[in-house]
């Protein structure tokens, strides 16, 4: 029979202990948690098999961003006992936060297999098989975090855009459209909306859609850039420049929307004005190839052939693997009666990209070389 005295202290020890976790979770919503881990650490050292404790400590450490720690605390916790649900969610929490996708996918395998109807882990693995490139995976699992959960706005947008990525357009505006059902002013899936109707040929409902977002949030960029270029698609080119313009009033440093408002220009025949807007992005970004092109084609149409000749080459060094520069490249030697380093330089765009010889076959800006021999044979072999 055991000693009154020993029971009496472990009945004083177990009761510490519960105040002690019990402060702790007090102290950790105050905000308090440098105190909250220390009332952890007692009750640990009390009874070093406090699984609940260590997951305590470890959400502790996760709000303070010591993923690592934390990730030690969690694993302490499954390790006096595995089937406590909650340290491998917030574990799984953790590795997400990280970005230890992966890592992260075990941990909810195992969650799943604890509870298979536990709707966050489903749609944390949806979530991590999509940063994973594994789209249609992270597609079954948003559809079954939506059959548990049906009301959940994430779960239907994030399901709209592995539809998006997958190309299945309608589906996708079908996912967005059940999110906004679901709170009328979700921004992201107002402006993915206008993505998706975009991509249908939609265009003056993905403007109102881009409208919205902007109506929701005026400071927000990526709306404004996308009205610029669905404007642009319109022809309402001056109405696109007002888009470009108040991004670049927003932040001067978002290479699309001078990159927009530079196209612009150029489809105006503003030429000198978008090639100002090209050399605004070259002077933050020197490796722009998208800068480089437009600038090289806004100067070719003014005949300006040794400037583009130099544009183009900028790409060929660049991007080497591009048939592209080459391609402008002989375009350019073309105009300047250079037949045979034109010819050189188509050979290395086919070698790059064979079905460019269907274009070469009408480019009249290769008029100049296409009568010659040795052109025929490039686009007949």
């Given at each position: 029979m055991g000693s009154p005295f020993m029971n009496n202290e472990r009945e004083k020890d177990r009761n510490e202990i519960v105040n002690l976790i019990n402060k702790g979770l007090d102290l950790q919503k105050q905000g308090k948690f440098k105190d909250a881990i220390a009332c952890f650490d007692k009750a640990i050292e009390l009874n070093p098999n406090l699984s609940g404790a260590w997951n305590n400590k470890g959400a502790i450490f996760q709000i303070l961003g010591k993923f690592e720690d934390a990730i030690f605390c969690y694993n302490k916790a499954i390790e006096l006992d595995p089937k406590l649900i909650f340290a491998w969610s917030n574990k799984v929490k953790t590795l997400l936060a990280m970005k230890r996708w992966k890592k992260a996918i075990a941990s909810i395998n195992k969650v799943i297999e604890l509870n298979p109807d536990f709707f966050e882990a489903w749609y944390d693995k949806g979530v991590a098989s999509a940063e994973l490139g594994l789209i249609q995976d992270s597609l079954s699992c948003f559809e079954k975090a939506i059959e548990l959960n049906p009301n959940n706005k994430e779960s239907h947008y994030n399901k709209g855009l592995a539809l998006l990525k997958l190309g299945k357009f309608n589906d996708a505006l079908s996912?967005?459209?059940?999110?906004?059902?679901?709170?009328?002013?979700?921004?992201?899936?107002?402006?993915?909306?206008?993505?998706?109707?975009?991509?249908?040929?939609?265009?003056?409902?993905?403007?109102?859609?881009?409208?919205?977002?902007i109506e929701l949030d005026p400071t927000d960029i990526e709306p404004w850039v996308n009205k610029g270029t669905a404007l642009n698609d319109l022809g309402k080119f001056e109405d696109a420049l007002t888009c470009y313009d108040k991004v670049i009033e927003l932040d001067p440093?978002?290479?699309?929307?001078?990159?927009?408002?530079?196209?612009?220009f150029d489809k105006l025949g503003k030429f000198e004005d978008a090639i100002t807007c090209f050399d605004k992005i070259i002077d933050q970004d020197p490796n722009?190839?998208?800068?480089?092109?437009?600038?090289?084609?806004?100067?070719?149409?003014?005949?300006?052939?040794?400037?583009?000749?130099?544009?183009?080459?900028?790409?060929?060094?660049?991007?080497?693997?591009?048939?592209?520069?080459?391609?402008?490249?002989?375009?350019?030697?073309?105009?300047?009666?250079?037949?045979?380093?034109?010819?050189?330089?188509?050979?290395?765009a086919i070698k790059l990209n064979p079905s460019c010889k269907e274009y070469m076959k009408t480019d009249s800006e290769l008029d100049n070389i296409k009568r010659s021999k040795e052109f025929k044979e490039l686009v007949e072999n």
């Open positions: 996912s967005f459209n059940k999110a906004i059902e679901i709170n009328p002013n979700y921004a992201k899936a107002w402006f993915n909306k206008g993505v998706v109707l975009e991509n249908l040929g939609k265009i003056d409902e993905s403007i109102t859609c881009y409208d919205k977002v440093k978002v290479l699309n929307a001078w990159l927009g408002k530079g196209l612009t722009s190839v998208d800068a480089w092109m437009a600038k090289g084609i806004a100067l070719f149409k003014q005949r300006k052939l040794d400037d583009a000749l130099f544009c183009f080459d900028k790409i060929t060094k660049l991007k080497p693997e591009a048939f592209y520069g080459f391609y402008n490249k002989a375009v350019v030697k073309s105009f300047q009666n250079k037949k045979e380093e034109a010819l050189e330089l188509l050979k290395i």
